[in-house]
């Protein structure tokens, strides 16, 4: 876990190792200080002396100034390799999580993984730039601190192991609970993240069912959960520094009693006992440091956890060692198939077997949670079978590169989804090297071009993120444009014209046949209307398929057909969704 993340350090290796070298070099300066301090006060002003007060404030004056020179350049080198640390590890995740199936983001969920690329990894920033400088300044100055209380009283030098040893018990019993409470305000944060985006994701139906108050009460109750659990961390870590102050104060009233009777015996000098009163405050401020390095490693062990979970998932579905890359027919085979989006959990399909000729035009029809979705998700590998296999040109998908098989199968899916950027942007999603005429003859396949022309800018116009300035058909219409510009040997229509009219739908279908012959087309759809004139209609039920015909055989010997036409032609509506 640990290795993992320490991996990503890769190029700012150099920088973390310099780091803790000037903050040795500024502990070093730091704590010759108060000895010379003893010095300028003994042989200097209690004697008299003014040149030694010359030189040993010279010297003070030297330290000091390297001192503050090898904090700077131990700050700087800090702060670089740590960032460069979070740049490395942001990188890293988002690069596995572009490797994960649809089954690996079910797993952590949208709002987790944002988390852990922001909110962990950041605490994981901070508790290396902090670690860098204090893991390092606090025990070195500790022990050059302690070695001269030693040197200059062994009997005052007991006092402050005496409080030490006080200090690191109370602090392991109260950070050894602490590190179970922020394990649990990571998962807090989850939880409100995907709330916020949940309600974002979804503002035009909260809004339209005037739903706002209900979100905001989703909201405070994570929040509150949220700020309970911080609470009850920051409540026990807030007994920290009172319990310093005690300790320190302690130690200050017993140097300063044990003190004053050595001074008075002759075994101290006045010197020695200022120093010493140096030295306690830069004890106690080490054990201080100390005690916040465990603060920050509580806090950041379980970010650490969850960035490098992400980092090691290894994703479901994988290439084989050696895929086949070349595809060139459209034949698709489903045979013995049985598929379950959770291991272990309900089947979305059982026992399928269909074969699709190269060319067809498929049309699949269903109820709600038929498993027509499902279906189409099987042929481009967006989940792989649970048993059985779905072949395409006669090879096992699994067989293929996952790149390959993807470039052939285009799939517009339920969501119609755009990006920033230009429309001609947009479109060259389906071909970076799509020249404008190949784009804008997709368009006119898709019936979109009308639209776009009418546009002040045209294929310039820019899409606002989710492409929300443009209507839900128009949106269907671009996805589908974009899905021909890869120019694919499959493609699958997942309730894709559901947004656009019934004209429109029509003149798509149409454009599709004349200009895109030889592909072969799977189309998942609601409505009748959209998949009448396929070569076949696979009727789905209950994860299975019901029945397989052309819309005349269905209609004359199949209920669910019937009863879907009927409901349909009638002017009734029925809930297909997908």
């Not at 070298?21 to 500024?26: H, N």
């Not at 670089?80 to 490395?88: C, D, M, R």
């Not at 199936?101 to 962990?120: H, N, P, Q």
């Not at 589908?480 to 004209?503: F, N």
Request: proline content about 2%; overall charge neutral; hydrophobic content about 45%.
């Amino acid at each position: 876990m640990l290795k993992t993340v320490l991996r990503e350090v890769r190029q700012y290796r150099t920088a973390l190792i310099l780091t803790p070298v000037w903050t040795s070099a500024e502990v070093v300066m730091g704590v010759l200080i108060p000895y010379v301090t003893a010095s300028l006060i003994d042989k200097g002003l209690n004697a008299g002396n003014l040149p030694a007060v010359y030189k040993y404030g010279g010297m003070m004056l030297g330290l000091a100034v390297l001192s503050l020179v090898f904090g700077i350049l131990a700050g700087r080198y800090a702060a670089y390799s740590s960032t460069g640390l979070a740049a490395n590890l942001r990188q890293a995740m988002y690069t596995n999580i572009q490797r994960f199936s649809f089954s690996d983001i079910d797993k952590y969920s949208t709002a987790g993984l944002v988390t852990r690329m922001t909110t962990d990894v950041s605490s994981i920033q901070n508790a290396t730039q902090m670690l860098l400088r204090t893991s390092f300044r606090a025990p070195l100055n500790l022990v050059f601190s302690f070695a001269m209380c030693l040197f200059i009283n062994r009997r005052l030098s007991l006092i402050f192991l005496a409080a030490m040893v006080f200090l690191s018990i109370a602090l392991y019993l109260m950070i050894s609970r602490a590190a179970r409470l922020f394990k649990q305000i990571l998962l807090r944060y989850d939880s409100l993240n995907d709330v916020v985006m949940e309600n974002v994701d979804a503002v035009r139906v909260v809004k339209a069912f005037v739903r706002e108050d209900h979100e905001i009460s989703k909201f405070d109750k994570a929040a509150l959960e949220l700020y309970t659990m911080s609470i009850k961390a920051e409540t026990l870590m807030s007994f920290n520094m009172p319990l310093m102050n005690l300790v320190v104060y302690g130690c200050i009233m017993a140097v300063s009693w044990f003190g004053a009777h050595y001074i008075v015996e002759g075994s101290l000098t006045t010197g020695q006992l200022t120093s010493l009163f140096s030295y306690i405050m830069m004890v106690m401020n080490s054990l201080m440091m100390l005690s916040m390095i465990f603060v920050q490693l509580t806090q950041s062990a379980a970010s650490v956890a969850r960035v490098a979970e992400v980092i090691e998932e290894e994703p479901d579905m994988a290439n084989p060692e050696q895929p086949v890359t070349a595809l060139k027919g459209g034949s698709i085979d489903f045979k013995n198939v049985y598929f379950s989006y959770k291991k272990g959990g309900d089947n979305a399909l059982e026992d399928i077997n269909l074969h699709i000729r190269s060319g067809e035009t498929i049309g699949i029809i269903g109820g709600t949670g038929s498993g027509k979705s499902s279906l189409a998700y099987l042929i481009c590998r967006l989940y792989d079978v649970s048993e059985g296999s779905v072949e395409v040109d006669g090879r096992d998908v699994r067989e293929y590169d996952m790149d390959a098989l993807r470039r052939h199968v285009a799939i517009v899916l339920q969501k119609s989804t755009l990006f920033s950027g230009t429309i001609l942007e947009n479109l060259r999603w389906g071909n970076p090297d799509a020249t404008l005429e190949e784009c804008v003859e997709a368009c006119r396949t898709a019936c979109a071009h009308e639209f776009i022309e009418a546009m002040p800018d045209g294929y310039d116009t820019v899409m606002e993120q989710g492409g929300v300035n443009v209507s839900g058909g128009q949106r269907q219409r671009l996805c589908i444009a974009r899905a021909l510009l890869k120019k694919p040997g499959i493609l699958i229509l997942d309730d894709s014209t559901s947004a656009v009219d019934t004209a429109t739908d029509a003149r798509i279908r149409e454009s599709l046949k004349k200009r895109s012959p030889g592909i072969t087309t799977v189309i998942v759809a609601q409505r009748i209307l959209s998949i009448k004139d396929a070569d076949r209609i696979v009727v789905m039920d209950n994860g299975r398929i019901n029945a397989v015909g052309t819309h005349e055989e269905l209609l004359a010997s199949n209920e669910i057909y019937k009863d879907i036409y009927k409901l349909q032609t009638s002017g009734g509506e029925a809930d297909f969704d997908a």
